[in-house]
């Protein structure tokens, strides 16, 4: 090999061996694959403010079923969980004194009735003796008073008949309505005084929010104001409702005032008892808003990762208030209308990095100019 060309040879080994490790690195910076549904697109929307409220869901429709008559349980008919419809038969009482005693009424009933019937045929005898000079008017009145007297003697007769078949009746507790047995309080061969509970029926479908409101925002409160709340036991399923009424007084002790909501639409619990909070939807401004997802916490510092220019840009915001239905976060500064974002972004991420479309709508996504 001619001398000449030893130094060119050189030159262009050493050009090689820098321009590999450059090339490696580029190599390593491969760029973001995004999809359309890894994007969201900043907009406005209406946000809601108002008081918190909390509370428990309870039925609109509930009877607590109590003894009427003093007996002993004979049979309970229904557990906690039944289905029940109007008229159905729960728990039946011991019968046998009541039975009893209406025999003996009936008995004096069928007796007040023959004294009544036999005072009433001497009354009409001794009137029509009494037209033929044959009795005497002291005679056809004392048959009028024994007459009147047996008849208040039946009608007194019948009511105490009327009294026990009631009192039968009383001994077979029986449901007001349709619904569920929600809480059994005794068993065959407890003993009924006359109040005690027996069995609580509900109805699953008349549920209703019974929220408290604290007394500094009752002013606030107004029949008819939306409501979206929470229910323990459900997630993070949202449910919406409607004031229907402010409790006139506050509470002594707790000084909170009563709010009951009714549920709007046909998404609703059916148990009850369960806790649920939320908040009154007082106010209602159109604002910027971004998902919890997309903002991207450094202490107290917040920011988003933009996408535009085919490239990643992290830009600092600030964040208003928090939608308590939606969870998102209103934008005060840094994003405007239009911008779009990653949804989930990582702390791997880089301002600067570049993105690359996965499909032919994303494309569009990754090329957006950035907003000014």
Do not use: W
Request: glycine share 8%; with cysteine; net charge positive.
């Amino acid at each position: 090999m001619p001398l000449r060309f030893v130094p060119l040879l050189l030159v262009l080994l050493l050009a090689a061996a820098c321009k590999g490790p450059a090339a490696s690195q580029a190599g390593l910076a491969a760029p973001l694959l995004i999809a359309p549904e890894d994007v969201h697109t900043i907009q406005n929307a209406a946000l809601s403010s108002g008081p918190a409220i909390t509370g428990t869901i309870q039925p609109e429709r509930k009877a607590d079923l109590r003894a009427e008559v003093p007996a002993v349980v004979l049979a309970v008919l229904k557990e906690n969980g039944d289905v029940v419809k109007k008229g159905d038969l729960l728990v039946r009482l011991d019968d046998t004194s009541i039975r009893d005693a209406l025999s003996s009424s009936e008995a004096a009933r069928r007796a007040a009735e023959q004294a009544y019937e036999q005072a009433q045929r001497q009354f009409e005898r001794m009137t029509t003796l009494r037209k033929s000079g044959m009795a005497s008017a002291q005679q056809v009145e004392d048959a009028e008073i024994r007459r009147n007297n047996t008849q208040s003697d039946m009608e007194g007769a019948r009511a105490r008949v009327v009294s026990a078949r009631q009192q039968m009746q009383r001994t077979e507790v029986r449901a007001p309505f349709d619904g569920v047995v929600s809480e059994r309080k005794v068993s065959a061969g407890d003993t009924a005084q006359v109040g005690k509970e027996l069995l609580k029926v509900i109805d699953p479908r008349s549920m209703r929010f019974e929220a408290l409101v604290a007394a500094d925002h009752v002013g606030e409160v107004h029949p008819g104001q939306n409501v979206s709340f929470r229910v323990n036991g459900y997630g993070e399923q949202e449910f919406a409702g409607r004031v229907r009424r402010v409790n006139p007084a506050a509470n002594p002790t707790t000084r909170q005032v009563e709010v009951l909501v009714d549920f709007v639409g046909e998404k609703q619990p059916h148990l009850a008892g369960l806790y649920a909070e939320g908040r009154l939807e007082t106010s209602t401004r159109t604002t910027l808003t971004i998902p919890a997802s997309a903002v991207v916490r450094d202490g107290d510092r917040a920011s988003a990762f933009r996408v535009a220019g085919g490239k990643l840009q992290k830009v600092p915001l600030t964040l208003g208030e928090r939608d308590p239905r939606t969870g998102e976060f209103a934008v005060a500064q840094g994003l405007a209308e239009g911008d779009r974002v990653l949804r989930y972004p990582t702390t791997l991420l880089k301002d600067g990095q570049p993105v690359q479309a996965s499909g032919p709508s994303a494309a569009a996504v990754a090329s957006t100019a950035p907003s000014k």
